[in-house]
């Protein structure tokens, strides 16, 4: 068996661009921090965004993530592939359990512990039920787009889909009308539309479809979709308005507050309700966006750091 590690100053779990950049902060203030990521976060699944700051010719999302982890090695954190099951207080310090670890070093054959946690857990996108592969392609093809806030510039002019027929699909649909004058509301499953917000699209000169979708079809350079009368319609791309689930599983273990029981509620500092315990990125009430989230991470850990200091008796 091996020998017990020595706490980290943090561990860090989600390796997205919250955990990340705590990540790179945190090592070039010296601590030992391990980074927790079993993948599979959002920002995996953009092929190019172009309102990040800094890459006027857009830039890769996978790409970024791998600059961003290359950055925070380079400096001395530890990345790790994995999943935290369960995290849990213990006196002065948090322990947390690992399943999918690739290092035995961290599976529960030593206690992995450490002085604080910071969840950057994210969160995932509710989407229409579509083949793994093919939902894979239709992103990389631009056909299919969850954030209008960071792509709606890219399908300015065009014919626009909005899938769900409920307050936050209207909503959707509004934000992209600057954008194009081609834009439908389409049901997934029913058409929930009181008359108010029915008067509200007739009044953007936003087309709605109350006969929900049975196929869509992404195969070529347009999106298809097959409603449930047989009828189809083309669109250049389609943006599912779903809503998320925030990934706050390990927060509630902990006892973190949340904001209308699903983000991290959070101080100015990232700070949560739980002594230790900090958040940051899209699991916080929060603009979802990378410049955001990585303003959290570097928020959060210079608290951390500076905590820890006081915690250690330096006085400036």
Not at 35 to 57: F, K, L
Not at 81 to 101: C, E, L, M, N
Not at 208 to 226: H, K, N, V, Y
Request: net charge negative.
């Amino acid at each position: 068996m091996n020998a017990p590690q020595a706490p980290y100053d943090c561990i860090i779990i989600g390796g997205g661009p919250a955990g990340l950049s705590a990540a790179i902060y945190l090592a070039r203030f010296r601590r030992r921090v391990l980074v927790i990521d079993g993948g599979g976060g959002r920002m995996e699944m953009i092929p190019r965004s172009h309102n990040h700051p800094g890459y006027p010719d857009g830039i890769k999302g996978r790409d970024l993530l791998a600059n961003m982890r290359a950055q925070a090695e380079k400096y001395g954190a530890t990345l790790q592939h994995g999943w935290v099951s369960a995290a849990r207080k213990q006196g002065d310090f948090f322990t947390v359990t690992v399943d999918g670890a690739e290092d035995d070093s961290i599976t529960g054959t030593a206690p992995l512990t450490a002085r604080t946690l910071l969840l950057a857990t994210g969160v995932i996108n509710l989407r229409p039920d579509l083949d793994e592969a093919v939902h894979a392609r239709a992103l990389e093809q631009g056909l299919l787009r969850y954030c209008p806030i960071c792509d709606g510039y890219e399908v300015k002019d065009k014919r626009i889909g909005v899938i769900g027929s409920t307050d936050h699909g209207v909503a959707e649909a509004l934000f992209l009308r600057q954008y194009s004058d081609a834009i439908t509301l389409l049901a997934l499953y029913s058409c929930d539309l009181d008359a108010r917000d029915r008067a509200t699209l007739e009044e953007a000169g936003i087309a709605w479809e109350a006969t929900p979708i049975r196929t869509f079809d992404f195969d070529g350079d347009i999106a298809r979709l097959t409603l449930e009368d047989a009828r189809t319609l083309d669109f250049d791309s389609i943006y599912p308005a779903l809503g998320s689930e925030t990934r706050n599983e390990l927060g509630k273990m902990l006892g973190v507050d949340l904001c209308d029981e699903t983000c991290f509620k959070t101080d100015t500092e990232q700070r949560s309700s739980v002594k230790g315990v900090y958040a940051a990125g899209d699991a916080v009430e929060c603009l979802d966006q990378i410049s955001v989230a990585m303003g959290h991470g570097a928020i959060a850990a210079t608290a951390i750091h500076n905590d820890l200091r006081k915690a250690d008796g330096h006085i400036d």
